[in-house]
């Protein structure tokens, strides 16, 4: 397996859909097959839980193409703030519903606010027990293949 690190979080590993080349003056290349499909799968895997963390939050953000301070604006906090979730300082549950309803309105899942918001505390279990978020790619698309 691959430890995806280069999204930016410590806890993705993928199952296949990636190649590792020998690059004579470069070393190693590791190449990815569909990259935005496996984003979105990921995103989409971390809309499912209800706590996210700093670096969970800030891939969502990234994927939204959001800075901190458009975020900031949005939420009504100041760019410091999203700072500090972002390092892990406790994000509030609004601010969690609203990057996830965000980020599922970029990728085109279309939820309503009334649904986010409203939606049970029922923490869908997309890690491992080791706390590992693992992926493969399965006829074209990139899928858990743990039982979430």
């Known amino acids: ?3 995806y690190i280069e999204c930016g979080l410590e806890n993705v590993w993928l199952v296949n859909g990636y190649t590792i080349k ?3 003056g470069y070393g190693e290349v590791v190449s990815f097959d569909d990259l935005c499909g496996l984003h979105k799968s990921i995103g989409t895997s971390l809309t499912k839980k209800n706590y996210l963390s700093g ?3 800030r891939f969502l953000r990234k994927e939204c193409e959001l800075s901190q301070a458009k975020l900031a604006h949005s939420l009504g906090v ?3 703030t999203v700072s500090l979730w972002e390092r892990g300082m ?3 549950k609004y601010a969690i519903k609203a990057i996830k309803g965000l980020y599922l309105e970029h990728v085109n899942e279309n939820p309503t606010f009334e649904s986010i918001y409203n939606a049970p505390e029922i923490e869908v279990d997309v890690e491992t027990e080791d706390g590992k978020l693992q992926f493969e790619e399965r006829d074209g698309a990139w899928t858990l293949p743990i039982a979430a």
């Open 1 to 3: 397996m691959y430890h």
């Open 22 to 24: 020998e690059i004579e």
């Open 55 to 57: 670096d969970e939050f």
């Open 78 to 80: 100041k760019e410091q």
């Open 90 to 92: 406790g994000i509030p």
